[in-house]
T-cell receptor
Framework: DTAVSQTPKYLVTQMGNDKSIKCEQN?????MYWYKQDSKKFLKIMFS???????INETVPNRFSPKSPDKAHLNLHINSLELGDSAVYFC????????????FGQGTRLTVV | QQPVQSPQAVILREGEDAVINCSSS?????VHWYRQKHGEAPVFLMI?????EQKGHEKISASFNEKKQQSSLYLTASQLSYSGTYFC??????????FGAGTILRVKS
């Protein structure tokens, strides 16, 4: 069983489109994150959710919005996609925030053309 | 706010040792270490909590000096499988795990 699963694994889309990336964890964790990894491999935190409540909203464009229908899911919706949004997006979860290990999904490689 | 890692990259021959450092300008409550291989997700190696402990994982160990706000990852007798990018992560603002820029480790035969 995959602990943290993301779909899709690859996403190619045109500028201006709206897309969503889904994330599910079956670990019973309370905290979920979204990270963006650019071509320089830097892992930038975008959002974190604790028990369905957004607790930290990074200074990312408001075209990005996290949506959590329940504790096990944290989806990322992106409006009006731009070329600079091309990156690998990782979902992760942890039992209790930053003091317990984080488990990462396999990543979604987003390419905006 | 993210931790600072050094060196940026290191090349080793099999059997050699390496040290990767991580430091923060803020008080640290925990330090995480992850390894990411090309095209894969980061994988957890170990976590060190406030208390200055040292942990080991096979031939990989780490130390945490909370007074100096530093952690070091030690890789001994490196193997080809150790190649990848190593990230340290720190908890800030209570519930936020942020990562350093990563250290690329390449082990050659």
């Amino acid at each position: 069983d995959t602990a943290v699963s993301q779909t899709p694994k690859y996403l190619v889309t045109q500028m201006g489109n709206d897309k969503s990336i889904k994330c599910e964890q079956n670990l019973g964790h309370d905290t979920m994150y979204w990270y963006k990894q650019d071509s320089k491999k830097f892992l930038k935190i975008m959002f974190s959710y604790n028990n369905k409540e957004l607790i930290i909203n990074e200074t990312v464009p408001n075209r990005f919005s996290p949506k959590s229908p329940d504790k096990a899911h944290l989806n990322l919706h992106i409006n009006s996609l731009e070329l600079g949004d091309s990156a690998v997006y990782f979902c992760a979860s942890s039992r209790t925030g930053g003091r317990t290990e984080a488990f990462f999904g396999q990543g979604t490689r987003l390419t905006v053309v | 706010q993210q931790p600072v890692q050094s060196p940026q990259a290191v090349i080793l021959r099999e059997g050699e040792d390496a040290v990767i450092n991580c430091s923060s300008s803020k008080a640290l409550y925990s330090v995480h270490w992850y390894r990411q291989k090309h095209g894969e997700a980061p994988v957890f190696l170990m976590i060190l909590l406030k208390g200055g402990e040292q942990k080991g994982h096979e031939k990989i160990s780490a130390s945490f000096n909370e007074k100096k706000q530093q952690s070091s990852l030690y890789l001994t007798a490196s193997q080809l499988s150790y190649s990848g990018t190593y990230f340290c992560g720190t908890e800030i603002d209570g519930n936020k795990l942020v990562f350093g820029a990563g250290t690329i480790l390449r082990v050659k035969s």
